[in-house]
């Protein structure tokens, strides 16, 4: 892993890797004394999703969220030729962590709730799985950008929520990701 990354003209230094997704690679990365999530979006095959062009939807979805009203990390640059992205960085935990350590506030089914209250109507779905949510000072973020066409199938109701508490499917992908915790 390199000990930097540039978007635009400001290199950041690496502190760790935050996690892999579908279209990227996250990292907390320092510029100035100052905290920021650096996205790198990769080309890796996804045998169950597919792109088109991940910088451009990264950028539309961001903003067709932020339209809605849902709480994310603010988009601070776009860096196309790298195909790299500075965002704000949104401290705590994620939601895994807290279902995987019982530690999961009710306070977060209930805010998830209210963001598919703006979602559905918008026909919008997001990525409900559990590690693109972070709770800071009692309000819950979707640090991810990814959204979705709605379809029923893949609401927070019907596949989301499956993820949100010790159910069977998030027991098998915490035995299969254990450094998430």
């Known amino acids: 892993m390199n000990s930097t990354i540039t978007v635009n003209d ?10 892999k997704g579908k279209g990227g ?22 045998d169950y999703y597919t792109f ?26 776009v860096d196309v030729s790298r195909e790299t992205i500075q965002k704000e960085y949104i401290e705590g935990e994620t939601v895994f962590s807290m279902v995987a350590k019982d530690a999961l506030p ?10 598919c209250e703006k979602l559905y109507p918008a026909s919008t779905n997001i990525d409900y799985f559990p590690t693109n949510f972070v709770l800071q000072n009692d309000e819950l973020f979707y640090i991810d950008y990814e959204c979705n066409s709605y379809m029923e199938e893949w609401n927070f109701e019907n596949w989301g929520i499956k993820y949100w508490s010790k159910t069977k499917e998030f027991l098998d992908y915490l035995e299969s990701h254990k450094e998430l915790v």
């Open 52 to 77: 088109g062009n991940k910088i451009e939807s990264e950028i539309n979805d961001y903003k067709k969220l932020s339209d809605i009203g849902i709480r994310l990390p603010k988009m601070i640059d």
């Open 106 to 115: 009710e306070t977060c089914i209930a805010q998830v709730r209210q963001m």
């Open 10 to 19: 400001k290199t950041f230094e690496i502190v760790k890797l935050l996690g």
């Open 25 to 46: 690679y996250s990292y907390l990365a320092t510029l100035d004394g100052k905290k920021y999530v650096v996205k790198q979006i990769h080309h890796e095959p996804c």
